[in-house]
């Protein structure tokens, strides 16, 4: 700037001011040109880089593959799993060497990046290192790359959402990932029990709720909630954000908060599309505390089994009705006759590689890539955030969902 204006000033001293200004003009206006279409020819150049990695890379490997299409499809960990690398020789021989474990149990998995031409998918770890200096050198037409993460957008390493035209499948907690990774799922019974005694879960206590939290600072403000609901009933609160800890095991400390609390704040970190863990279903497994939970994905969740912090218009209404709740012991243990019709089902932390493995070897498999990651991992997730102010949840951009802390290189 300190140069346009020092040959502005010359021009004028010169008797060329109005020729010199409009040449500046026109200098400026073609450089910002310049500069836009340099940023646009970057944009495509990045975009197409990933098409051509996978066309041209693959036929690098396709000469190297054909002597293996006959053996056990290959599964290939690229990355670790956040900073675990996988046990190879566990998977293969207590997942795909057990009988009855996989319906198709013609796998096997590898972290040995030398068997990559062999291999017919490749696994990506959301949180596991994925850089763009470390990617892939080869890839062949048949082979899946594999998105794996049971984790919320905003702690997923952002250059996930700038890998288009590279994941042909997902394994995520989402309804509508290609391969089931949740935490948890839910069936009818076999058998429905009828004419069962009626069963007191109450047991005399009183009104109090508590909560098992390590993430201080959520993405979805449950803290605010809780800190609302405490100034109505007594809110008991465990783990890192508090004073109290408990060095026993998480289900031992989780029973002993169920000797005198009848309710438990199963809140997630993250407000996200489908995003239910462990925190509902340890407290159905244990079948002393009714889950009050804080989502809309009511599928996912046992029928009558929990109580459903957004059906009351403020932390301290739902306050109100725990009060009158534990005054109706007949409507306290009605919140578990779900145990006479359904069952909980934790999957073992492998078994998503099971429908992986029955995916490789279905010759009718459709052929499929994720053209924009960015719109189906943060976009439809419908991430929210619950505003105090406003006594309701309000939905999250994806700029603040996106984590931008992690390098792309």
Request: aromatic share 14%.
């Amino acid at each position: 700037m300190s140069r346009y204006l020092a040959l502005l000033r010359f021009c004028r001293r010169s008797g060329l001011s109005c020729i010199c200004k409009y040449f500046l003009v026109f200098t400026f206006l073609l450089c910002a040109f310049i500069y836009f279409l340099l940023k646009i020819k970057l944009s495509i150049d990045y975009h197409y880089a990933q098409v051509l990695y996978q066309t041209q890379r693959s036929k690098i490997c396709q000469k190297k593959i054909n002597s293996t299409q006959e053996k056990p499809k290959l599964i290939l960990f690229w990355t670790k799993i956040f900073t675990n690398s996988i046990d190879a020789n566990y998977i293969n021989s207590h997942l795909f060497a057990s009988p009855g474990r996989c319906d198709i149990n013609r796998c096997k998995v590898t972290n040995n990046r030398q068997e990559l031409c062999a291999s017919d998918a490749v696994v990506f770890h959301a949180r596991g290192g994925i850089k763009m200096n470390d990617m892939p050198q080869e890839r062949s037409l048949h082979q899946r790359y594999v998105l794996l993460t049971k984790e919320p957008p905003y702690k997923t390493t952002a250059i996930v959402g700038h890998l288009n035209y590279f994941f042909n499948w997902t394994a995520t907690y989402r309804t509508d990932s290609d391969i089931a990774y949740r935490y948890f799922r839910w069936r009818r019974k076999d058998k429905i029990v009828t004419g069962a005694s009626p069963q007191s879960y109450l047991n005399n206590r009183q009104v109090r709720a508590a909560a098992m939290i390590s993430n201080c600072y959520s993405q979805n403000n449950r803290e605010h909630y809780i800190k609302r609901l405490s100034s109505v009933i007594p809110v008991t609160r465990i783990g890192h954000c508090s004073w109290n800890k408990c060095h026993k095991s998480y289900y031992e400390c989780l029973n002993e908060l169920a000797d005198a609390h009848p309710f438990f704040l199963a809140f997630e970190n993250s407000l996200c599309r489908d995003y239910v863990t462990e925190k509902y279903a340890n407290v159905i497994k244990s079948r002393r505390m009714i889950p009050i939970v804080f989502s809309k994905d009511f599928d996912l969740y046992i029928p009558n089994s929990f109580i459903d912090a957004n059906q009351f218009s403020s932390p301290e209404n739902l306050g109100r009705f725990l009060i009158e709740l534990v005054k109706n012991s007949t409507l306290y243990d009605s919140y578990f006759k779900w145990a006479n019709e359904y069952e909980l089902v934790v999957p073992d932390e492998n078994d998503y590689l099971c429908e992986l493995c029955k995916k490789l070897n279905d010759p009718n498999e459709p052929n499929k890539v994720y053209d924009s990651m960015k719109k189906w991992l943060y976009d439809d997730a419908t991430c929210q955030r619950w505003i105090s102010k406003l006594n309701r949840t309000i939905n999250v951009s994806v700029d603040e969902t996106m984590d931008y802390e992690d390098s792309l290189f």
